[in-house]
């Protein structure tokens, strides 16, 4: 079996920062969602070795791919990453230090070509050999930029790269180690991430629906607590009247789209959260059920640091039950149903841990 080949380690930096100055839980939930992403960008049929809390050390044997090609997969995981952390910030219901400092994070790469081989240990493949070590060793170098692909010698035959993009400028440098000196190129990578388009967050449209019901409470808390109390999928269930499970949540960390399958008395229907604005004065944000486009608005509005005000909006695509509903028996069953729920909102609120945040 050959025993040379390439190693390849996308490293995210900023982690042991991330994780040690702000919440632990959501920086965790993070981290695994831009390693994730940073898996599924895999495009070269790289194998991974083991992931290193904030890297993955990807290989694969036989001969190295051109330095083009290689390019491009350096992009793809590249851009894929900015754009799960643009489009986080973008949708995050969260404002913890965790949440709001996500996008500030960094992604650089290390990739190098050399022997090693592996070993089986239970379902992994551990990798050893000097290449492995001198590898792990770039990861510390005398590069003040966070983003940057380093190639080094061993893939480029001491030849200036060239010939992959214009805005691309290789610096030259090397990693002296116990065993030796060890010279690599380097470009910057924060080019890719100036030509990421912005990303869009649709508007809610309210031009083929009406409002059938609004409903306003005080509650004794803070809007930071109270948010976290009706915003997350996995509490609807402990305050709101008929619904009896929450599943299949597709996101740790409440946003923009995340979607939820709610159990009800009257069957089954998919929640996604559909809007958000953030001021520490006010939240607003919308709920969209996905088979009849109904809407339900949330407003929270700061009155004290310790009481919130929550209004709640219903509105229901036009029609002729919704047209003339005020004047129907439904209105009155779904005005009760609503106003005992704003009661298990308040009595949910008593057992919340005031610590707690979304």
């Known amino acids: 079996m050959d025993n040379r080949g390439l190693l390849f380690i996308p490293d995210i930096s900023g982690f042991t920062r991330f994780v040690s100055e702000t919440e632990i839980e959501h920086s965790r939930y993070v981290i695994q969602e831009l390693l994730e992403v940073l898996i599924k960008s895999n495009s070269l049929g790289l194998q991974i070795s083991e992931i290193e809390g904030d890297a993955i050390l990807f290989y694969k044997f036989g001969e190295p791919p051109a330095l083009p090609v290689l390019y491009k997969q350096v992009e793809e995981m590249f851009c894929a990453f900015h754009r799960c952390l643009i489009a986080y910030d973008r949708r995050k219901y969260c404002q913890c230090a965790a949440c709001t400092a996500a996008v500030a994070l960094t992604l650089k790469v290390i990739t190098h070509y050399g022997e090693f081989t592996g070993y089986q240990v239970q379902n992994f493949n551990k990798l050893i050999g000097k ?194 509903l005020p004047v129907l028996a439904g209105k009155n069953h779904l005005k009760i149903s609503y106003q005992r729920s704003l009661q298990n909102l308040e009595n949910l609120l008593i057992e919340f841990p005031h610590e707690a945040h979304v």
């Open 131 to 324: 290449d492995v070590i001198v590898a792990h060793q770039l990861l510390k170098n005398d590069i003040r930029q966070h983003e940057y692909w380093l190639v080094t010698n061993n893939l480029v035959a001491d030849k200036q790269p060239e010939g992959i993009t214009n805005w691309m400028h290789w610096e030259i440098s090397n990693k002296e180690t116990e065993t030796g000196v060890i010279p690599y190129h380097y470009t910057l990578l924060s080019e890719l991430k100036e030509q990421l388009p912005p990303e869009p967050l649709e508007p809610i449209v309210f031009s083929d629906k009406v409002k059938i019901l609004s409903l306003s409470k005080e509650y004794k808390t803070d809007i930071i607590l109270l948010f976290h109390a009706t915003g997350d999928f996995s509490n609807r269930s402990r305050w709101q009247e008929g619904v009896i499970k929450v599943e299949e949540i597709d996101h740790h960390l409440p946003r923009i789209g995340m979607r939820s399958r709610f159990l009800t008395e009257s069957g089954e229907t998919y929640i996604y959260s559909s809007s958000y604005y953030y001021h520490p004065e006010k939240i607003r944000f919308s709920e969209t059920e996905e088979k009849t486009g109904n809407v339900t608005y949330f407003t929270l509005e700061r009155i004290t640091n310790t009481t919130t005000r929550l209004t709640l909006d219903l509105y229901r695509k036009k029609n002729f039950i919704t047209e003339y």
